[in-house]
């Protein structure tokens, strides 16, 4: 991945502390790694820790006057080779669907022409609800592509679909949509 620039989003989700081990991983593959998380998002993993591993400052307000770049959303969107999102909460879900851009990660998601690779998190409940169901499907026929959700333990301690993809199963996602494009 080296020389290519990937943009991680975190939403609100228990499974946001995955989300370190996944810009870990992607800065040891050679990756330029830039992350945006909602305000929901920081309340389970905090800012620091994705400065530290992303080695670049995080984007975490829209509104952040003291950013090098006037709209930091687009910034990012331009600069990405691929978005990864992870985890992608059915809230996102359902704001990314209707192409809503009120928070850094919807904002740099709608920003960009790059892929963007979808990691969804949630309680069965909520990835088997009708509105889940139709937004999954909104999205897929937009072009949006998905790692997971499997079946496994949950943060609930039950047993269900809504886990999200492991760290290396999400890398090998971002892997094959970072394919080099034949020459010629
Ligand atoms: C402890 C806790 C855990 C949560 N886990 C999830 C989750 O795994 N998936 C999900 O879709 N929402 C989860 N939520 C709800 C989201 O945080 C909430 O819908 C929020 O608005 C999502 O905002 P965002 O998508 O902008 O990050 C959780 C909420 C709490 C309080």
């Not at 509104?63 to 985890?87: I, K, M, Q, S, T």
């Not at 059915?90 to 809503?100: E, N, R």
Request: include cysteine; hydrophobic fraction near 45%; aromatic fraction near 6%.
């Amino acid at each position: 991945m080296t020389g290519r620039t990937v943009v991680v989003g975190v939403c609100g989700g228990v499974a946001a502390f995955k989300a370190a081990a996944l810009v870990s991983a992607l800065r040891r593959e050679g990756a330029a790694v830039w992350v945006a998380v909602t305000r929901s998002g920081r309340r389970f993993v905090g800012e620091a820790t994705f400065r530290a591993l992303s080695h670049n400052p995080v984007l975490v307000d829209l509104w952040d006057p003291h950013g090098p770049d006037p709209e930091p959303h687009v910034a990012l969107g331009e600069r990405a080779d691929l978005v990864v999102v992870a985890p992608a909460t059915a809230h996102t879900l359902a704001k990314l669907a209707a192409g809503l851009a009120d928070d850094p990660v919807c904002a740099v998601v709608l920003s960009t022409r790059a892929p963007v690779l979808l990691a969804p998190a949630m309680a069965e409940s909520m990835w088997l609800h009708p509105a889940t169901r139709r937004n999954v499907q909104a999205l897929r026929e937009m072009g949006y592509r998905f790692v997971g959700p499997t079946y496994g333990r949950l943060a609930s301690g039950q047993e269900g679909w809504g886990r999200m993809a492991e760290p290396e199963e999400i890398l090998k996602a971002a892997r094959e949509l970072l394919q080099p494009l034949p020459h010629g």
